[in-house]
C-alpha cells in the first residue's frame, strides 16, 4: 500500500461524501427499522470466535452499510490491517511493528519480523512464564525464609495494569483460590500501603510490570515496596519476592532485580495491548498456564476472524464501521461499556485505555488536523448496578450516548433465576434504549396527561449486544481482540495514528517540574494559576 493511501483525506471518498449525505437525511427510527424489515435481527448478527454481535439496534440501514463497507475499501482497510498481521512499521511516529497478534500465534505458525520470527522468542518466554507460574502455584517456589508464596503483588499503570487487573476480577472462577492477587498503580501511596496491609513479606511476590521500567508511578511504588520487603527480611531476599516483566532489562537490573527473574516482551507490543504478553504473568499464575493458553486461543481465533471473514459477517470490522457512524456521521459522543457480569467490572475501564488512548488523535498520520471527529469516549459499568445510576441519563437525557451491552448467558455461580434475571434485565434496556415509549403507549397504560411526558422514552438511542455462552477464558481473549481490531478498524478510516500516545507525555514532564518547585519552592515558577496552587498546597499539607 502506498504511504499517500495512508494520509489521504478520508473525507475525499466517494463513500464518505454518501454516508454524510445519509446522516443528513436519515430519518427512519431504530423502532421503525426493526418493525419495517422482519429480517433486520437476522441480517445484522453475526458470529466468529464464539462472539456473537447484534448490530439490529443500531441506527443503520441498508444504505449505510453498504457506505460503511465501501468506505473500509476505499481506506484500504483490509490492506492496512495485513500490513499489521505482517509487521509493516504502522505505528509511524515511533517506527515500530504492531504485533500483538504475534504473540498468540499457535505453534507452527511463524510471523516473521524485520527477518526473524518473532513466535520463537514469544514461545521460549511463553515456557519461561509458565515454569514459574507453575512453581508459585505448586508450591515449590519458596520465599527468602522458605515460606509459601501466598500473596501476589502486581506493580504497574495503564497498559501494565488495566488488562492483568481486569483479567484478574474476569477470570476469578478459573483462579487458584488459595493465591491472593492485588494491584497496585497509583502514585498515592494509599494504594500500595492497603494493598500491602495484609501482605505477609515472607509469602508476598512482587511483580514490577512496566514495559519501559522507567514509568514513575511503578518505578515509585517499585521501590517502597523493595523498601518494606528488605527491613523486615533484608536485601537477599529481593531475588525471591521481586520479578520484572519488562522490555529493558538494563533498567531491571540496576532497580536490582536479577535478569534470570526478568519475563520480556518487545517494543512492537504496544502496553494497552499487552494483557496477553508477559505482562499477563499474574493472569497466567492465577489460571494457570492452561487457562493462559486458553486465553491466547480465544485472541486468535478472532484475529483469524479478522483476517479472514469476508467484510459483511466480520465482527470487528463492521462493530469498527459502526462506530464511525455513530461517532462521525451521527455527532454521538460517548460509548457506555455495560456488561451484565460482576466479572467484567474493571471491563469498562480497560477499555477506556484501548479505545481512548487509541483514538483520541486530532491529526492524521501525516500530522494535518482532522476536521471530523474521531475517537469517542468509553465508560461504563455493569448491569445491573449502572441501572440504579446514570440509566437515566442513556434514557431521557439531552445527550444520545451508544451503548455497548455485553450478555454472558451462563454463570459461573448459578442461584435460583438470579441469572435469567439479569439477562432480562441486559434484554429489556437494549429494548427500551432503542425502542423507547412513545406518548400514546405510555397514556394507554393509564397516565394522567400531565405524567405523560415525564414518562416518555424518546428512545432511538444505538444499541450493540455482543454475547457469549461462558465467561471464560477463551471468550475473555475472543472479546478483548474484537475490540481491539475494531479500535484499529476505527484508526485506519479516520487516517489517525492508533498506536502511539504522545497526548500523554507532556504532564508526566510538567509534573516534575511542579515537584521540583514543592520540594524547593526558589525553583523555577509556572504559569499564575498553578503557582497558585502549588502555594495553597504548600500551606494546606
Ligand atoms: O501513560 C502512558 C503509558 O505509556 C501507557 O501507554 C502505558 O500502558 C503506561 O504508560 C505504562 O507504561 P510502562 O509499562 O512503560 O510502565
Known amino acids: 500500500m502506498s504511504p499517500d493511501d495512508v494520509h489521504a483525506d478520508p473525507t475525499q471518498t466517494r463513500a464518505w461524501q454518501r454516508l454524510a449525505l445519509l446522516a ?5 427510527t431504530i423502532r421503525e427499522l426493526l418493525d419495517e424489515d422482519p429480517d433486520r435481527v437476522k441480517a445484522l448478527t453475526h458470529a466468529g470466535a464464539r462472539v456473537h454481535l447484534d448490530l439490529s439496534r443500531q441506527r443503520i440501514t441498508d444504505d449505510v452499510l453498504r457506505a460503511l463497507l465501501d468506505l473500509a475499501v476505499e481506506r484500504n482497510v483490509a490492506a492496512r490491517r495485513d500490513d499489521m ?3 509493516v512499521h504502522i505505528n509511524v511516529t515511533e517506527d515500530r511493528a504492531v504485533l500483538h497478534t504475534a504473540l498468540r500465534r499457535p505453534a507452527g505458525a511463524p510471523q516473521m519480523v524485520d527477518g526473524t520470527d518473532v513466535t520463537t522468542e514469544v514461545r521460549d518466554v511463553l515456557a519461561r512464564m509458565a515454569a514459574f507460574a507453575e512453581s508459585v502455584r505448586s508450591g515449590a517456589w519458596l520465599g527468602g525464609t522458605g515460606e509459601r508464596i501466598t500473596s501476589i503483588v502486581n506493580i504497574g499503570i495503564g497498559g501494565s495494569d488495566l488488562g492483568p487487573a481486569m483479567a484478574h476480577i474476569a477470570l476469578e472462577a478459573f483462579s487458584d483460590r488459595s493465591l491472593a492477587f492485588h494491584f497496585v498503580s497509583n ?6 500501603v492497603e494493598a500491602l496491609r495484609s501482605c505477609d513479606p515472607a509469602s508476598t511476590l512482587v511483580i514490577v510490570a512496566s514495559k519501559t521500567f522507567t ?6 511504588n517499585a521501590h517502597a515496596a523493595r523498601r518494606w520487603l528488605v527491613e523486615s527480611l533484608g536485601d537477599s531476599a529481593v531475588e525471591r519476592h521481586f520479578v520484572a516483566v519488562s522490555t529493558n532489562a538494563e533498567k531491571v537490573s540496576e532497580f536490582g532485580i536479577d535478569t534470570a527473574n526478568m519475563f520480556g516482551f518487545w517494543d512492537w507490543v504496544g502496553g494497552r495491548y499487552s494483557m496477553d504478553s508477559a505482562i499477563g504473568l499474574s493472569t497466567m499464575i492465577a489460571v494457570g498456564p492452561d487457562g493462559f493458553g486458553q486465553m491466547l486461543a480465544g485472541f486468535h481465533a478472532m484475529d483469524e476472524h479478522f483476517a479472514t471473514t469476508p467484510p459483511e459477517s466480520n465482527l470487528p470490522l463492521l462493530m469498527g464501521l459502526v462506530a464511525v457512524w455513530n461517532r462521525t456521521f451521527l455527532g454521538i459522543g460517548t460509548t457506555a461499556v455495560l456488561p451484565y457480569s460482576q466479572y467484567l467490572a474493571r471491563f469498562p475501564a480497560y477499555l477506556q485505555q484501548l479505545t481512548m488512548e487509541s483514538n483520541g488523535k486530532s491529526v492524521r498520520l501525516d500530522g494535518t488536523p482532522v476536521d471530523y471527529e474521531t475517537g469517542a469516549i468509553f465508560w461504563g459499568e455493569p448491569g445491573t448496578n449502572g441501572q440504579h445510576s446514570f440509566y437515566q441519563l442513556l434514557h431521557q437525557g439531552t445527550s444520545t450516548v451508544a451503548s455497548d451491552i455485553i450478555v454472558v448467558a451462563r454463570s459461573e455461580n448459578p442461584l435460583t433465576d438470579q441469572q435469567d434475571m439479569l439477562v432480562a434485565n441486559a434484554l429489556a434496556q437494549a429494548a427500551v434504549l432503542s425502542r423507547g415509549r412513545t406518548p400514546e403507549e405510555v397514556a394507554a397504560d393509564g397516565t394522567p396527561a400531565w405524567l405523560v411526558p415525564h414518562k416518555v422514552m424518546p428512545g432511538n438511542r444505538p444499541v450493540s449486544v455482543i454475547s457469549i455462552e461462558r465467561l471464560d477464558p477463551f471468550s475473555l481473549g475472543a472479546l478483548v481482540a474484537l475490540y481491539e481490531h475494531s479500535v484499529f478498524v476505527q484508526g485506519a478510516i479516520w487516517g489517525i495514528g492508533s498506536f502511539d500516545q504522545w497526548g500523554v507525555e507532556l504532564g508526566k514532564k510538567v509534573a516534575m517540574g511542579i515537584l521540583e518547585t514543592i520540594e524547593d519552592a526558589s525553583a523555577p515558577a509556572f ?11 504548600r500551606r494546606l499539607r
Open 24 to 28: 443528513a437525511t436519515s430519518e427512519s
Open 85 to 87: 498481521l505482517a509487521g
Open 187 to 192: 502514585v498515592d501511596p494509599t494504594d500500595l
Open 215 to 220: 514509568t514513575l508511578e511503578t518505578m515509585t
Open 527 to 537: 504559569d499564575p494559576a498553578t503557582d497558585a496552587s502549588i502555594e495553597l498546597y
